[in-house]
């Protein structure tokens, strides 16, 4: 099922998620439903904050390279239908950061805040920990722009935007353009 991914300012957007006590079919359906639609919208990540559901759990597929990267953009500007095929499935459930070293900037994007792209200092590689969606645990090592997009999406489940890295006066800026694209 394709659900309803909550767009900036919205103030849920800024709630805290709840860790996920047992792994159990509900669970494996809110993965099942945040990959279908992280996919249909041509997204890499996916918190389940970003579809009002406030538990700790991550979906993402991330590109090879950031050629196919700007392939899914292209795709998302033109709504062309024809996506990337996926390769790299990934569920983070109760993701934890458990080392981060070289901060590099990266350009991001959201499916929360559509057509906006900054440039965010982000820790270059990290090792995370997490549950799957069988609630296996798994430590994963990540470098570059996977490791990126794991920030990006952990910052969802602390009620955390990429605008927040933001000057102040650009995310006022933003904040008042995406109110008046909502209101219309």
């Known amino acids: 099922m394709i659900l309803s991914i909550l767009k900036f300012p919205n103030n849920r957007l800024r709630t805290k998620a709840t860790a996920v006590k047992s792994v159990n079919n509900t669970i494996?359906?809110?993965?099942?439903?945040?990959?279908?639609?992280?996919?249909?919208?041509?997204?890499?990540?996916?918190?389940?904050?970003?579809?009002?559901?406030?538990?700790?759990?991550?979906?993402?597929?991330?590109?090879?390279?950031?050629?196919?990267?700007?392939?899914?953009?292209?795709?998302?500007?033109?709504k062309n239908s024809e996506s990337l095929t996926r390769k790299h499935p990934l569920c983070f459930i109760n993701p934890t950061i458990t080392r981060k070293a070289?901060?590099?900037?990266?350009?991001?994007?959201?499916?929360?805040?559509?057509?906006?792209?900054?440039?965010?200092?982000?820790?270059?590689?990290?090792?995370?920990?997490?549950l799957?969606?069988?609630?296996?645990?798994?430590?994963?090592?990540?470098?570059?722009?996977?490791?990126?997009?794991?920030?990006?999406?952990?910052?969802?489940?602390?009620?955390v935007l990429f605008v927040d890295y933001l000057s102040k006066f650009k995310q006022r800026r933003l904040k008042e353009k995406y109110r008046k694209i909502s209101s219309v």
Not at 135 to 159: R, W
């Open 28 to 78: 494996k359906t809110l993965v099942k439903d945040m990959f279908e639609t992280m996919y249909t919208s041509d997204g890499i990540g996916l918190a389940a904050t970003q579809v009002n559901q406030h538990l700790q759990v991550i979906v993402m597929d991330v590109p090879d390279s950031s050629e196919d990267y700007k392939l899914i953009l292209e795709n998302r500007k033109t």
């Open 102 to 130: 070289e901060n590099k900037i990266h350009t991001e994007g959201c499916l929360s805040v559509p057509g906006y792209y900054a440039e965010i200092e982000r820790f270059n590689h990290i090792t995370v920990e997490a």
């Open 132 to 159: 799957d969606e069988n609630g296996k645990l798994f430590t994963l090592e990540a470098h570059n722009f996977l490791a990126v997009c794991i920030q990006h999406e952990l910052d969802h489940l602390k009620g």
